[in-house]
């Protein structure tokens, strides 16, 4: 079974853990640990924000919370022979949570998700829920049930939301250079179009003094997906899943971290999955020259795990891109998928829970968003799909009035 | 079993058949027939080019197809007692091509993908497909396979592309406005922002003299959809799903066509099912009061059917909203589809497709398009799944250099 | 699309179709047409009892059904250039009830399922339900629901419930041989071990005169499976499906019969699918040698279609090899089953079905019979799934009594 | 998350362990634990023989087993106010190898199975294969491959093949006087009809003295599945699963063991599933007098979990009940399914794999053993899925010779 080749030790923050990992992308952060082509190994990991989210029953950390610290990575992890131009095999041999602990960070049994904030980092729906909201999710094998959010009960499809190769200095540089042309058309914007360097609470591993002090001003931040994989929140890439890398610096320098029970597609609240901390085990392979080979340059592909939970009916929402004022937009997906959630969340508010509560199931739960039609011009249709089964009550449209469920209440902000 | 309401003679013009029906959405068209709620029937169809698209090896057709003439819609088919604010329940019994028919009309054991031409409809694509292709698609039992697009075979997912009710006049005032304004922000745009209304080739049932002229300059081009459902293009509507739709008319005045043998989400290529006539077999009923009661109002909400085609194994290709010139978008989701499009196309032509052969078959092939992220600023994730059983090589990457397929070449025009 | 080879007047007896088939199996049985490898072609198909089980609501009928006349097969077809030693391939391309026909013949929008009597046919559990049963099911689009069995209803998976080549007269003389060294060990046993050749009511398409009288004194009874396939009733052999026959005499002679709209595994009523007359399109081909290649020799094996109804959710029922006095058996796996089924039974009958009732919902419902441990002496372990969606409530073991269905009850004889 | 309850430490023998457990059923064996309905909590396992089966390349080990000793069962539980009547729900929350150990014990990384010579255990099929065999299969997350059968890798479906409540006196009466009966009818058949008490090796958890004694007489052996659960060795008992277990005596008495990484339906080879050590956590509730509520009264019933692995394309191999001599038989499923595994042993042999080779794949991985028909006189049919996917090569049959797999060979004894 696989070594453990980044030990976590949840009682601590992510500084003072035995191996250093980063929180920010650049090509010389050192590698701590070396594998070879063909290797299994286990990485531990911390939950994004170092155990500052809390089991509680109010909202204030997520309101407060300090998006410069996020994401916690584990690594980079270096493999030999590994150059520019390969293909990174990664198999995903197991991920869970934290295995046998009870405690008080995330991980531990439990995970939670949250709304942000609209002037402390905002969402996919922050004009219409601009406070912040939490929901704390207990784990019972593979199944979450959250005391504030009743009647939903779902099996997880346990995924890291980031794993990337480490950036070259020319793509980092890319990177900060098409990102600041983006911030500087609206600069004050809230929330900001992009999140720029950040040296204050940068985290780069092992680098010191003018090494870290350069580093730490041009090292970019994890929130997005680019290039190197990252930040990808693609719920399928679970148990199972096979992952091909590009490699842009020797080694490949791979890393990883903010892992999730559970997420629907879009993560639509921004720290919609169910986070937590926990464990990963790997394998690596190495295709010389595969980027070239199988014109592998942009993204990373790859092939997903096939024990996904099986489930057989869904109710689908539809969206299209028309905003909520009447204005028409040309082929906009990403204000379909908006109308489509929204849709979805009226939809539930009829069966009883809060609107916070629904957008919060659609963040957790395995729901599925699909590009439906993206070309009869000017509407983009958008549909998202939620398997029935999740939920206590039925939630079909029929002839007689809905059920309503007991609805408690998820966390606010006091 | 259900009788036919609505008969189609394939080898005659959409105008002359014995019920005409219509393309352009207008609430004083008349039913051409009357349902209950609980009644099945069968409605026949005819393809949405009305027949014009032909069985060649060239692409002059799809070229020179004139779209002021779709979609051949099949209806309107009045629901007694359905009355705005109900919910119209429709479910889909059965649909396939024409039955026990070979012939020159597509439906008639064949059908077509085309991309359009920049200059004439363009598509998802088309800044990079700027010319005219084709594809005919031969149909064996549920399986379809094309001459033009050789090493690939997939079932069908049959499914109509256009469903919906009839839209009151305030909701078609609506759509008018809305689009309008935006064809004014670009009204010289090739291809157009939208599609205003077109007397010419306006088809409107039984209209005729001034009611017909009044409709005409005012009725809906059928290509969006839009809140009555409309031009979805959704690939999973097929047999054994149930549909719920807004009711904004006395009646609800359904209508239907473009039937799809098979389409990819987000019918890329815009004629990018597999277009063919063929017959629906649908049941009705109404939910009183529904559009209130569970808050379907700005679209029609569904349950997929439960027979969809088992594929277990995908390569998915992931796309973020930078586009190929190195600048960065905002949360583009359309962006980020189109980048991982064009990625799967590139990674498809290093086994020996020409590109428009791969584009094809994206529009055509049941892969599915998903918004895996959007609050990851500034970059939407999207992924386009493909199954890989649908190709006759094996596509997956590996260390041996990629197996070629004997291309042949899709249709082009000259 | 494919022609129809061999047409079948519903309305009309088996003996007086434009081509007459044949319930017996014989290699001297002509060819009623022949077929190319590689073509495709439509067979009709009248119900195994050739329309003589009504729409009724008693079960006179199947209690004095004439087993003599079973089954109703089309064919043979004669595949040009099949040998001795092939494999007969045969894709199902497409099967259903009769197209578009309302009336008063099985297939015509409606279908039935029979417990026989145990003085006439018998069937699985006949030593607990002796007497005759029926109920009628009415197909909407893919779904069957019954007025005899309420609370209830799922997805046909339609299939042929027999299909096969023609013996040789070797591997006749074969059948003929082993049959009677069975029932001489029990001649009189109700019911009988196996049925021999009976020349009454044998219909052995165009033969006449002497070759009609040798041959059916000796042709085969069609109720069981054997090298040949036959009457094999395995619900998966559905729409998608290909399947391998060995080949035993020039031109393979390919005949088929015994439409199933839906059947669970075991067809355990014996009249256990829901039977109807329809039509099914196939494909053949043929591979040259592929007995010997293959080591296919002693039945045919296949691969099933990829587009069965998708269930999520089962209730799984288990039996051993003790039967109901007590008495232990050894890896008896008919007991076991016969075990799970009466504990199902037993199960359902605490939601309000008559035991009856029940036992009609396993042989038509598409559940699953597995072998889960043939080996733990002397325990075999039989399975049965029970999709839980098939239901109208929820049957769901919980601390809550069951609910109840309200029952009404299948028809009996007087 | 859950604590552990039965440690157990791989190093050492079951009897030194610092909680003992058991090997044979008695009412007496005193719970070494005590659980309240809701509770969840951890167990762990040791392989079912203990670890004498070791990670070599000769099948001696196979061909010298004591069977006296099997199973090494972890437990009982005691669940507090569980009463005869009652059903005990158990959920299964997760169950797997060791976790992260390495090391000579199976379940440390690895797992074995075998085929049991004739004249020690046998097998489904051990008239044709009287010999001992083993292959060693490790694993690689979920995956399985070996060394001993190269060409093969699957997704293992890990499940308990044992678990169950204890009897009460009376049952265990019955079990044993029904068992001799039967091996009085043939009491020197090799291999035996039944395994009766046998004290040599009886393992009793904290029985001493005249009460072990006394049990260990009539205490019944662990290899076969009855009215408690016990060895029913279903594959598909996997995590997420909810079991119904009937209550037999105060505190229900729960135990398990004999985990399996993954098995085909029957586990056909007898040590046919890929056995080893591991944990397995579990949840448990009580539903009072639900075995009267439900007629859950001969056998438990269960809900299978919906991880499963998802295959979509399978070969179907076919049987029935005529046995390789000719000799009909009626109904007997056994037999008919006996024949469905030669005929796959056949066919694989085809492709280069050893009959020893192809008996241990049927045996060890993700195959489906169905009842399709058992009611067509006098031939039962029953059929064996097998997912393509599992195969290195393709195993599809076509008009080109088979591929052949560079077979090497699975471990004989010397």
């Known amino acids: 079974m696989p070594d453990v080749i980044f030990p976590v030790d949840q009682s601590k923050p992510f500084r003072e853990q035995q191996l250093v990992g980063h929180n920010r992308w650049h090509p010389d ?22 155990g500052t989210i809390v089991n509680s029953d109010d909202a204030n950390d997520i309101r407060d919370c300090d998006l410069s610290m996020v994401h916690q990575l584990s690594g980079p992890f270096a493999v030999e022979g590994a150059q520019p131009g390969d293909l990174l095999v990664v ?32 969402g996919f ?8 909201y939490k929901a704390i999710w207990d784990f019972t094998g593979q199944k979450a049930t959250s005391r504030h959010v009743p009647g939903v009960e779902f099996t997880g499809l346990i995924h890291p939301g980031l794993m990337g190769t480490a950036p070259s200095a020319d793509l980092l540089a890319k990177w900060n250079h098409r990102e600041a042309q983006l911030i500087a058309t609206d600069p004050d914007r809230v929330p900001p179009l992009a999140l720029p360097p950040l040296p204050s609470n940068a985290v780069l ?18 929130a997005p997906p680019r290039e190197n994989g990252g930040n990808q929140d693609i719920k ?19 890393s990883l971290g903010d892992l999730h029970f559970s997420q629907g597609d879009g993560e639509i609240t921004f720290c919609g999955a169910i986070e937590m901390g926990g464990y990963i085990d790997l394998r690596v392979e190495i295709i010389k020259g595969g980027m070239e080979t199988y014109g592998v340059t942009t993204n990373p592909i790859f092939m997903p795990g096939i024990v996904e939970p099986r489930y057989s009916e869904f109710l689908t929402f539809v969206g299209f891109s028309v905003d909520r004022n009447g204005t028409q937009h040309y082929l906009d997906t990403t204000l379909a998928y908006q109308n489509a959630c929204l849709n979805a969340i009226e939809y539930l508010s009829k069966f009883g829970w809060t609107k916070e509560q629904a957008y919060l199931i659609l963040g957790a739960a395995p729901v599925e968003g699909r590009m439906s039609g993206v070309v009869d011009v000017p509407n983009s249709c958008a549909t998202l ?10 939630v079909r449209p029929s002839s ?8 408690g209440q998820c966390a606010v902000s006091n």
Do not use: C, H, M
């Not at 041999?93 to 609209?118: E, H, M, N, R």
């Not at 003094?209 to 001003?217: C, F, T």
């Not at 399928?236 to 791979?254: Q, T, W």
């Open 91 to 122: 198999d995903i041999l197991d991920v869970g949570p934290v295995p046998q602990q009870s405690g008080p960070v995330a991980g531990q049994g439990w995970g939670y998700t949250g709304i942000f904030a609209k002037d402390n980092g905002g």
């Open 385 to 394: 799909y939620i398997p029935t089964a999740i939920f206590d009550i039925d």
């Open 29 to 50: 952060i050192p590698a701590v640990a070396t594998v070879k082509s063909g290797d299994s190994f286990r990485v531990e990991s911390k939950e994004w924000f170092d």
């Open 400 to 407: 007689t009035p809905p059920q309503r469920i007991d609805r």
């Open 205 to 222: 591993g092992s680098l010191t003094g003018a090494d870290y002090e350069r580093a730490a001003a041009e090292a970019a931040r994890t």
């Open 125 to 132: 729906l922050t004009d219409w829920f601009p406070a912040a």
């Open 236 to 254: 399928n890439l679970s148990k199972g899943s096979r992952i091909f890398y590009p490699v842009f610096v020797d080694g490949a320098n791979l």
